[in-house]
């Protein structure tokens, strides 16, 4: 079964760093799409960065030149190293996957979240 383990949430002052990491777990063929979602109190669930087979890796305005995404070699894990945060950055981060379990027959997938918490 495939899950998504999710770390690296946590209560920082403004101005602060944190580094998110999300691995898939479980025995599969290929992940096609991974990324990092976010919603904050009162808003909807908003894209933060996702990397992409053939297409690299895609920032919202709000985070570009602050949050950097990177992902292993094997690209089962991903990382999100995010500094320079600021309190517009709280909320719940979510972590999303196109995995493949077997050739051509991709899934996609939530972990639970981690909360980041940005303290002004």
């Known amino acids: 079964q495939v899950q998504l383990v999710e770390s690296g949430g946590d209560l920082v002052q403004t101005g602060g760093s944190l580094k998110l990491s999300c691995a898939v777990a479980?025995?599969?063929?290929?992940?096609?799409?991974m990324g990092w979602y976010r919603q904050s109190p009162g808003k909807a669930r908003e894209v933060v960065a996702v990397w992409e087979v053939g297409g690299g890796t895609t920032y919202s305005d709000s985070v570009k030149g602050r949050f950097t995404l990177s992902t292993t070699d094997a690209k089962f894990t991903i990382y999100l190293q995010m500094n320079g945060l600021r309190p517009e950055d709280t909320g719940l981060y979510s972590c999303?996957?196109?995995?493949?379990?077997?050739?051509?027959?991709?899934?996609?997938?939530w972990g639970q979240g981690t909360q980041v918490t940005v303290a002004s």
């Open positions: 479980g025995k599969i063929f290929r992940v096609n799409r």
């Open positions: 999303n996957a196109l995995v493949e379990e077997f050739r051509d027959n991709p899934r996609d997938y």
